[in-house]
Nanobody, 127 residues
Framework: QVQLVESGGGLVQAGGSLRLSCAASGRTFSNYAMGWFRQAPGKEREFVAVARRSASFIYYSDSVKGRFTISRDNAKNTVYLQMNSLKPEDTAVYYC????????????????????WGQGTQVTVSS
């Protein structure tokens, strides 16, 4: 089992920034691909970003590419999501996800491709 705990959500004005953190425990962190999904009210969960241990394996959704940056600190068992130039449409509950790296297959945007989910953290962007 992998336990994921997100933090860092909050209220921010449009154009502002937030950094989300996700602390993982329970298994060897470096063996897992780590990512983020989000879910806005009345909408399906949406893929945001995913990263394996290697920095060469990072994918973003088109909606956040160029504004959000995913990174991981394997020594701290933590994955981050730096969110810049936030827009009201970024308002959602953000979920940290994890999946054994060798079991993660394309398309990486499928929610069903990730076995482990955090409880979520709310991000609200005001206009």
């Amino acid at each position: 089992q992998v336990q994921l705990v997100e933090s860092g959500g909050g209220l921010v004005q449009a154009g502002g920034s937030l950094r989300l953190s996700c602390a993982a425990s329970g298994r060897t962190f470096s063996n897992y691909a780590m990512g983020w999904f989000r879910q806005a009210p009345g909408k399906e969960r949406e893929f945001v970003a995913v990263a394996r241990r290697s920095a060469s394996f990072i994918y973003y959704s088109d909606s956040v590419k160029g504004r959000f940056t995913i990174s991981r600190d394997n020594a701290k068992n933590t994955v981050y999501l730096q969110m810049n130039s936030l827009k009201p449409e970024d308002t959602a509950v953000y979920y940290c996800v994890a999946q054994l790296a060798y079991e993660l297959v394309p398309p990486f945007s499928r929610a069903s491709g990730y076995n482990y989910w955090g409880q979520g953290t709310q991000v609200t962007v005001s206009s």
